[in-house]
């Protein structure tokens, strides 16, 4: 029998595949169907954190209602450690899902709210107090066994919601949403503690959210997703700094977009023109000669510095953010965004003023 502080009994969980997956509903008033999800196919590695992150709309919580099971696809197959549940029952499968609601019984008390999984699965009572004890200390709970969910914080009835999941050792845990009833100083907290406690136990998580932040934070993986359809799948540095798409770029963090013009091109570099510039940027996809594409900077890789050899731009506005200032500048009638770091008070820009323009090339990425 383990120690009340041992994670050795909790499984790495299993590997979980969705395969070519499409969920239609039927139009409302007898019009046309609607594809909510969209042949969609992922490989999620067991002990892989991996967020389902877009727009209301685009398919990310009716995918996590199939992977739970309550829903059924109407093609395609979602399989769990090379079984086949595709239309296996919800309570057949081996997962468990941390609501936005937190759904806990709030007639029950913090100990019992937690051992209720066990007890529907007939665990001992010696089993199921060591147990209860064990996720308590690991969710930051000790010592509020004998609460009632009225009488904790948000955040308390988070982790309460949280502990009751990871406590029946599932295969694969799930999150809809579960942080956005909190604010945002809360909100860190609770991301924070979902990624210490996933990474502790190795737990094979999928998780929907429309904050780019909470998904950047906590992923290994981040599944882009827009109209029922996957737009890119890549780790949060590989989303961020290669963007598939203008969507995707313009989705994750703020993006500028400007027109570019291949002059040369090799394989993994390309000569472009912007603005007058001749740069060399690596390239991800095969670039042609002549061709003409839209370049994306993110605002901290746009550099502007009183250097009247560069192209010039004016100030149109400042917001200092304590950390950063963003300014708001035009260039050639296009309203860009530029983010500088910890700048000192004499060298921060004042609206108005005329100041040089520059860009880190290696920070350039062309949308092939």
Do not use: W
């Not at 010592?143 to 948000?154: I, Q, V």
């Not at 799930?174 to 990474?199: G, T």
């Amino acid at each position: 029998m383990t120690s009340p502080t041992s994670t050795a009994s909790i499984p790495t969980g299993g590997t979980l595949t969705l395969e070519n997956v499409i969920k239609v509903f039927p139009g409302r008033d007898g019009g046309a169907s609607v594809y909510a999800v969209n042949n969609v196919s992922i490989k999620i590695e067991r002990g892989e954190f991996v967020t389902l992150l877009g727009p209301s709309g685009c398919g990310k919580t009716t995918t996590l209602r199939m992977i739970a099971g309550f829903e059924f696809p109407n093609s395609g197959r979602i399989m769990l450690g090379g079984q086949d549940i595709t239309y296996q029952a919800p309570n057949k499968r081996d997962m468990a899902m941390v609501f936005q609601s937190y759904a806990l019984f709030p007639h029950m008390t913090v100990y019992d709210n937690i051992a209720y999984g066990l007890r529907i699965q007939k665990v001992s009572a010696a089993e199921i107090k060591q147990r209860v004890e064990r996720i308590l200390e690991q969710t930051g709970l000790a010592g509020l066994g004998k609460r009632r969910p009225n009488e904790l914080s948000g955040g308390q009835q988070q982790r309460v919601a949280l502990a009751r999941c990871l406590i029946i050792e599932p295969q694969v845990l799930l999150f809809d949403e579960p942080l956005s009833n909190l604010d945002a100083k809360l909100r860190v907290q609770m991301r924070n503690e979902i990624h210490s406690l996933q990474r502790k136990l190795n737990i094979t998580s999928v998780y929907v959210t429309h904050d780019q932040a909470e998904a950047m934070a906590l992923s290994d993986r981040i599944v882009v997703m827009r109209g029922g359809q996957i737009e890119q799948i890549g780790t949060p540095a590989e989303i961020y700094r290669y963007p598939a798409s203008r969507f995707v770029a313009d989705f994750i963090g703020q993006a500028n977009f400007l027109p570019a013009q291949i002059k040369t091109a090799t394989e993994g570099q390309a000569q472009v023109e912007m603005l007058g510039r001749t740069l060399t940027v690596k390239t991800r996809q095969p670039a042609t000669a002549g061709q003409t594409v839209e370049a994306v900077l993110r605002p901290e890789s746009v550099v502007l510095r009183r250097d009247a050899s560069l192209p010039q731009v004016v100030i149109e506005s400042v917001m200092y953010l304590g950390a950063e200032v963003e300014y708001t500048i035009m260039l050639n009638s296009t309203s860009l965004i530029v983010i500088q770091n910890d700048p000192a008070i004499e060298d921060i820009f004042k609206a108005g003023e005329q100041v040089g323009i520059d860009f880190i090339p290696e920070k350039v990425h062309l949308l092939l």
